[in-house]
């Protein structure tokens, strides 16, 4: 991972907003209607080639392929791993349910659109997992290569994600192993093949871990704290396992308490969970900073600072809402993490969460989008000229 050595450089948390009709045809899929892949793939390559080259005409310095060729920022991997069939059932959020009469308009709006849901159709682990072949995100990451190549030098650095064991397990409902720790172990082996391959592409890996918060006002709603910390350890160790042999500072953990607009505040506070985090072997942790439940929790960066080689990329953009954050609220928010992180080189400007993390699922226009991110831009320009009175 690039540090802001002569100014704070700018990225974001991975998924971009997909064409209409690429999510339609993935929605499609995920609804087992007939699809034509050799289309539906032919749709995800030209939309990652849109993507690409507008990232950086927007302003931003590490750049990803916007998951367009995937579905979902984890459920992709049903069409990835063995094992996975039948029907799980997972728990509500507990923020959305103690407000009924927000639940149900909550439930009418994500009814109206033709989107890739991340709470029904959802698989279960039904046999061995494992990854069934490597050659499928080795040729996403020749894409993404490929589709770099001619912008050598337009861009810092460029990354790809992949979800946490913790959160495919948790989505993903264990009826073949005897133990969590043991599907935990399955799930760490076979992400491990899309770890290390990201890696080998020369791509920094960003882990997409909403698990280590969102579950406690989901799958551990109604279980003390010292039960989700316990679950929050166990897959910070499967992390580490899957990670084995893969340098840190090439490494970048996200962790957000759920992307979706709701009250949140049943949501854990950052501060129970953070020492927990720091023990994950990864060279920087990618925060939610400017949404208004999480925003105040920059100051546990004092309290509980990073390891002195660990960078954070802190969110100053709101990914639900179209609101687009006047550059100097960027900036402030940006200042305000490096004091709290005690070196401005060790901050980047990024986004709360991913724009579409379900295809079709997203709250912003892709016009605002893009605005946001040139609003960042300006906004880490200007931060910079204060952080680095003497560029760097």
């Given at each position: 991972?690039?540090?802001?050595?002569?100014?704070?450089?700018?990225?974001?948390?991975?998924?971009?907003?997909?064409?209409?009709?690429?999510?339609?045809?993935?929605?499609?899929?995920?609804r087992g209607e007939a699809v034509d892949m050799a289309a539906m793939e032919a749709a995800g390559r030209e939309a990652l080639h849109r993507i690409v080259?507008?990232?950086?005409?927007?302003?931003?310095?590490?750049?990803?392929?916007?998951?367009?060729?995937?579905?979902?920022?984890?459920?992709?991997?049903?069409?990835?791993?063995?094992?996975?069939?039948?029907?799980?059932?997972?728990?509500?959020?507990?923020?959305?349910?103690?407000?009924?009469?927000?639940?149900?308009?909550?439930?009418?709006?994500?009814?109206?659109?033709?989107?890739v849901s991340n709470t029904a159709l959802l698989p279960a682990a039904i046999g061995p997992v494992?990854?069934?072949?490597?050659?499928?995100?080795?040729?996403?990451?020749?894409?993404?290569?490929?589709?770099?190549?001619?912008?050598?030098?337009?861009?810092t650095e460029a990354f790809l994600t992949a979800p946490s064991p913790g959160i495919v397990a948790s989505i993903v409902q264990n009826r073949h192993y005897d133990t969590e720790e043991a599907y935990l172990a399955a799930l760490a082996q076979a992400l491990a093949v899309e770890y290390r391959a990201i890696i080998d592409?020369?791509?920094?890996?960003?882990?997409?871990?909403?698990?280590?918060?969102?579950?406690?006002?989901?799958?551990?709603?109604?279980?003390?704290?010292?039960?989700?910390?316990?679950?929050?350890?166990?897959?910070v160790t499967a992390i580490n396992a899957a990670l084995a042999g893969i340098p840190r500072d090439q490494v970048r953990l996200h962790v957000c308490w759920g992307n979706y607009e709701a009250p949140h505040d049943q949501d854990v506070p950052l501060e129970d969970i953070l020492p927990i985090l720091l023990r994950a072997n990864v060279g920087g942790l990618v925060l939610p900073f400017a949404n208004p439940r999480h925003a105040h929790e920059v100051r546990c960066l004092e309290r509980t600072p990073l390891a002195e080689d660990q960078l954070m990329v802190a969110g100053v953009i709101d990914t639900l809402t179209n609101f687009v954050e006047h550059p100097?609220?960027?900036?402030?928010?940006?200042?305000?993490?490096?004091?709290?992180?005690?070196?401005?080189?060790?901050?980047?400007?990024?986004?709360?969460?991913?724009?579409?993390?379900?295809?079709?699922?997203?709250?912003?226009?892709?016009?605002?989008?893009?605005?946001?991110?040139?609003?960042?831009?300006?906004?880490?320009?200007?931060?910079?000229?204060?952080?680095?009175?003497?560029g760097g």
């Amino acid at each position: 991972m690039q540090a802001s050595e002569t100014r704070i450089l700018t990225t974001h948390t991975g998924s971009l907003p997909r064409p209409p009709a690429l999510t339609q045809l993935y929605a499609r899929r995920v609804r087992g209607e007939a699809v034509d892949m050799a289309a539906m793939e032919a749709a995800g390559r030209e939309a990652l080639h849109r993507i690409v080259p507008a990232q950086l005409e927007a302003g931003l310095d590490v750049i990803n392929n916007g998951e367009q060729q995937r579905d979902s920022f984890a459920l992709y991997l049903r069409h990835r791993l063995t094992g996975i069939g039948g029907e799980s059932q997972r728990a509500t959020f507990a923020d959305i349910d103690a407000y009924p009469e927000f639940k149900a308009e909550f439930t009418r709006q994500a009814g109206t659109k033709e989107a890739v849901s991340n709470t029904a159709l959802l698989p279960a682990a039904i046999g061995p997992v494992a990854y069934a072949d490597p050659s499928v995100i080795t040729a996403e990451c020749t894409d993404f290569a490929a589709t770099l190549q001619p912008l050598a030098g337009q861009y810092t650095e460029a990354f790809l994600t992949a979800p946490s064991p913790g959160i495919v397990a948790s989505i993903v409902q264990n009826r073949h192993y005897d133990t969590e720790e043991a599907y935990l172990a399955a799930l760490a082996q076979a992400l491990a093949v899309e770890y290390r391959a990201i890696i080998d592409h020369g791509f920094v890996l960003q882990l997409d871990c909403p698990d280590l918060a969102l579950e406690r006002h989901c799958s551990y709603r109604d279980r003390p704290l010292a039960d989700f910390l316990g679950f929050v350890e166990r897959v910070v160790t499967a992390i580490n396992a899957a990670l084995a042999g893969i340098p840190r500072d090439q490494v970048r953990l996200h962790v957000c308490w759920g992307n979706y607009e709701a009250p949140h505040d049943q949501d854990v506070p950052l501060e129970d969970i953070l020492p927990i985090l720091l023990r994950a072997n990864v060279g920087g942790l990618v925060l939610p900073f400017a949404n208004p439940r999480h925003a105040h929790e920059v100051r546990c960066l004092e309290r509980t600072p990073l390891a002195e080689d660990q960078l954070m990329v802190a969110g100053v953009i709101d990914t639900l809402t179209n609101f687009v954050e006047h550059p100097e609220v960027i900036a402030e928010r940006l200042i305000r993490v490096a004091q709290a992180v005690g070196d401005p080189r060790r901050v980047l400007a990024g986004t709360d969460c991913g724009f579409d993390t379900s295809a079709g699922r997203g709250r912003i226009t892709p016009d605002v989008v893009w605005a946001k991110f040139r609003s960042m831009a300006e906004g880490a320009r200007l931060a910079s000229a204060r952080l680095f009175p003497q560029g760097g």
